[in-house]
């Protein structure tokens, strides 16, 4: 199974920061890469499919980039509302596999 | 637009069988997409459990395989997952999820609360 290491665990910053969340797998997975936003109570949203493609109506902000193994999630300038957990997730025939999560929180 | 709603039981004993179902709306199961469920205990992480197509092929998680059962009934538009032999460590918010393409989670149930405890 691919396993996906994902770093930090929780964040601090402040508003109008630059902040960055990696995602490293075990294997190469290609582009195969998601990030989701999960805020308390609620399911988690996706953000960036295929490593770098944004989902429609996500605010231009947040973007990411990688192939192979290492990727990276990236909020240009944080905002109040961005106050979540954030995953990465890799798809690989057919079989998921989630990171960790990185909580962030406002400095 | 798709929603999707889970439902089963909030408590079940140890070594019984977790029993849960989801509705789907807004879309006809039969006409395509991967069906999935997604797990996450109090305070942790996201778990993929497993995930079956319309067709009826299941895909599962190697560290569930052995206890984990989804089937789709496309006459009810639901599908439903099983999880036998549960302990305390299957307490969790459990999710169920549609995807279009097969690679991304794109639509979620609000998820549910399954405890085990006797």
């Known amino acids: 199974d691919i396993q996906m290491t994902q770093s930090p665990s929780s964040l601090s910053a402040s508003v109008g920061d630059r902040v960055t969340i990696t995602c490293q797998a075990s294997?190469?997975?290609?582009?195969?890469l998601n990030w989701y936003q999960q805020k308390p109570g609620k399911a988690p949203k996706l953000l960036i499919y295929?490593?770098?493609n944004l989902e429609t109506g996500v605010p231009s902000r947040f973007s990411g980039s990688g192939s192979g193994t290492d990727f990276t999630f990236t909020i240009s300038s944080l905002q109040p509302e961005d106050i979540a957990t954030y995953y990465c997730?890799?798809?690989?025939?057919?079989?998921?596999?989630f990171g960790q999560g990185t909580k962030l929180e406002i400095k | 637009q798709v929603q999707l709603q889970e439902s089963g039981p909030g408590l079940v004993k140890p070594s019984e069988t977790l029993s849960l179902t989801c509705a789907v709306s807004?879309?006809?199961?039969?006409?395509?997409?991967?069906w999935g469920w997604i797990r996450q205990p109090p305070g942790k992480g996201l778990e993929w459990i497993g995930s079956?197509?319309?067709?009826?092929?299941?895909y599962y998680n190697p560290s569930l395989k052995s206890r984990v059962t989804i089937s789709v009934d496309t006459s009810k538009n639901q599908f439903s997952l099983k999880l036998s032999s549960v302990t305390a460590a299957d307490t969790a918010v459990y999710y169920c999820?549609?995807?279009?393409?097969?690679?991304?989670?794109?639509?979620w149930g609000q998820g549910t609360l399954v405890t085990v405890s006797s």
């Open positions: 999820a549609g995807l279009e393409g097969a690679t991304t989670f794109d639509y």
């Open positions: 807004g879309y006809s199961i039969s006409s395509g997409y991967y």
């Open positions: 079956i197509y319309h067709s009826g092929s299941t």
């Open positions: 294997q190469d997975i290609s582009n195969y």
């Open positions: 295929d490593a770098s």
């Open positions: 997730q890799q798809y690989d025939n057919l079989h998921y596999t």
